[in-house]
């Protein structure tokens, strides 16, 4: 079984000691490191190969908040705090879980659980082209036309033809057909990288759309389906080059 490599971060030696009490009663977790040095923590995390953080938000040298906006994601996290107003702020910046003090064993542990079925659910299966991979991409082509994501009860096929645009949520994304919304956890990149390039194109860090769904361009938005969709500094100049590829 591969196990979360984890980091506890507290300035209170007490909390350290139940959150790794509770961490090595727990068989796909590996505590590699407990701290009271917020700064030390940010540096194994940015350093890579940490999975989870466990993270407390009222340290002296740097707050559980301040943390995440420097970590930029670099592993997923549960704040562990005594204090529930920060939990709003703290779902902005895309935490796995909030854990208010005292915390029990039983909601600590379907904290970690869901940590670690976001990290072994497989990735969405595109189908393999039998047809060169350079092949353009046509209904016409014998080439792929769907693809197959995890939801939470079953893997559900999707016609690319059907997709409108993706919405990417913290840990999940949100696929929107002409018929339903369909709800995977996968990242923004990975399902950028298995779709074919040509009709799918990244306008926003939380979009990815389907160009011949496109139903207006007003200055830095999308209209698709009535949905407004904006179109992110980042990703403005590839998204105009596609555009303007297409144009008459």
């Known amino acids: ?9 507290d300035d209170e030696p007490l909390a350290l000691d139940i959150i ?29 190969g940490i999975d989870l953080v466990f993270l407390d938000i009222q340290m002296p040298e740097l707050t559980g908040i301040q943390f995440l906006k420097i970590a930029n994601n670099k592993a997923s996290y549960i704040l562990t ?17 909030y854990l208010l003090k005292p915390i029990a064993f039983d909601r600590f ?34 080439v792929q036309d769907f693809i197959f994501v995890k939801t939470e009860h079953k893997i559900q096929k999707i016609q690319l033809d059907d997709i ?16 339903e919304r369909v709800i995977t956890l996968q990242n923004m990149k990975k399902m950028e990288e298995t779709l074919p390039k040509g ?18 361009i007003e200055r830095s938005r ?11 500094d980042t990703y403005r100049d590839e998204f105009f080059k596609h555009i303007d590829n297409k144009n008459i």
């Open 109 to 142: 542990y379907k904290a970690v659980e869901k940590v670690h079925n976001q990290n072994k659910l497989a990735e969405p299966v595109a189908v393999a082209p039998p047809t060169p991979v350079s092949a353009p991409f046509s209904a016409g082509n014998n």
């Open 199 to 216: 009709q799918f194109v990244r306008v926003h860090k939380s979009y990815i759309i389907s160009l011949d769904k496109i139903e207006s």
């Open 222 to 232: 999308i209209s698709i389906n009535g949905k407004i969709i904006p179109i992110g």
């Open 20 to 48: 790794e009490d509770y961490v090595s009663k727990i068989p796909f977790l590996e505590l590699v490191k407990r701290t009271e040095n917020a700064i030390e923590a940010l540096q194994l995390v940015q350093a890579g």
């Open 1 to 9: 079984m591969t196990k979360l490599k984890c980091i506890a971060v």
């Open 164 to 179: 409108l645009y993706i919405e990417g949520l913290k840990d999940y994304i949100s696929i929107f057909t002409k018929a």
């Open 81 to 97: 705090t005594a204090y529930s107003q920060y939990a709003l702020e703290s779902y902005d910046l895309n935490v796995s879980d």
